[in-house]
């Protein structure tokens, strides 16, 4: 018998990774009181893809921890990439989700620390220094923010509340216009607050009726998707093909409004 073969230790996983992801985040909260000193880099072409320092530094932070702590664990991080994908537990993690606003001194950003377990979204840890929140969920145990449980918005139509969304330049408008269209249309509104895990921690907590994206990376999402699903809401088939690594179309929502944003968004879901 190898050690693969032992069931992993979820408990500890999940204590670890709620304790990790709020150090992480006051960790990010000292970087943010100095952001004016933070040299910032554009990633490629695209002007508004930006990451820093701070990105790095906190991705370092998270990585050795955990690398520390489950060695035979897999690792999956926006700012230094993959490894060991093929492990039964791989960490999928954003250092800071919401970059730009970190930069420009807003105050929507967290640290996003999911965990993957035999290739299924299983714990999902969300922290949010600014609002002291830390959301987070593990699969069958229910969701919280803090000690509070979380339960997705009981509406049954768009113009019960507010639709989180947003896209990036290189996915075309066309992807993103005709669906905000069609939500106005429908008496529905919309908000982006540049920070697409703690739109998805919102769709759990029933702030949000629901959240599409044109795009998404697994880094960005794996762990609200936990939150989400065990909030009693809707995700799409985020993982198809190579989500994991190439990121695909997103939209989760309330169970009353799933329906009625999926239609909205059209082929756009599936391409
Ligand atoms: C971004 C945020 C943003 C979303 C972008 C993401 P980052 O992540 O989640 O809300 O619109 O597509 O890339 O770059 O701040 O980690
Ligand atoms: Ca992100
Ligand atoms: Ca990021």
């Known amino acids: 018998m190898t050690a693969s073969d032992h069931a992993p230790d979820i408990d500890a996983r999940y204590a670890f990774a709620r ?4 150090e992480a985040a006051q960790m990010g909260m000292q970087l943010y009181r100095e952001r004016g000193t933070l040299v910032v880099e ?5 002007r508004q893809d930006v990451v820093s320092i701070a990105d790095q530094r906190i991705e370092q932070f998270l990585r050795a921890r955990l690398a520390e702590r489950f060695p035979e664990d897999g690792f999956l991080g926006e700012e230094s990439g993959a490894a060991d994908l093929e492990a039964r537990c791989v960490w999928v993690i954003d250092p800071i989700d919401g970059t730009a ?15 993957m377990v035999d290739g299924r979204p299983h714990v999902g840890v969300i922290a949010d ?13 229910g969701a919280f923010v803090n000690d509070q449980p979380l339960k ?13 969304t947003g896209t990036f330049h290189p996915r075309g408008k066309e992807h993103f216009i005709p669906f905000l269209e069609k939500l106005l249309a429908e008496g529905g ?4 607050n540049g920070s697409g895990a703690l739109m998805t921690a919102y769709v759990a907590a029933g702030r ?10 697994s880094w960005d999402c794996l762990a609200g998707l936990v939150l989400v699903k065990e909030a009693g809401g809707l995700v799409n088939d985020f993982f198809r093909g190579d989500g994991l690594l190439d990121g695909n179309p997103y939209l989760v929502a309330c169970p009353g409004v799933y329906a009625q944003l999926a239609q909205m968004v059209g082929p756009s879901l599936d391409t």
């Open 101 to 115: 606003c970190f930069l420009h001194g807003l105050h929507n950003w967290c640290v996003s620390v999911g965990l």
């Open 189 to 192: 509104m919309f908000l982006r």
């Open 152 to 164: 997705a918005s009981a509406a049954t139509h768009v113009s019960e509340g507010l639709t989180g």
């Open 19 to 22: 304790a990790l992801a709020h």
């Open 208 to 217: 949000l009726l629901g959240y599409y994206e044109t795009q998404l990376k």
């Open 42 to 46: 554009h990633k490629g072409a695209y």
């Open 129 to 141: 220094p600014n609002h002291d929140e830390l959301f987070h969920g593990c699969l069958g145990r």
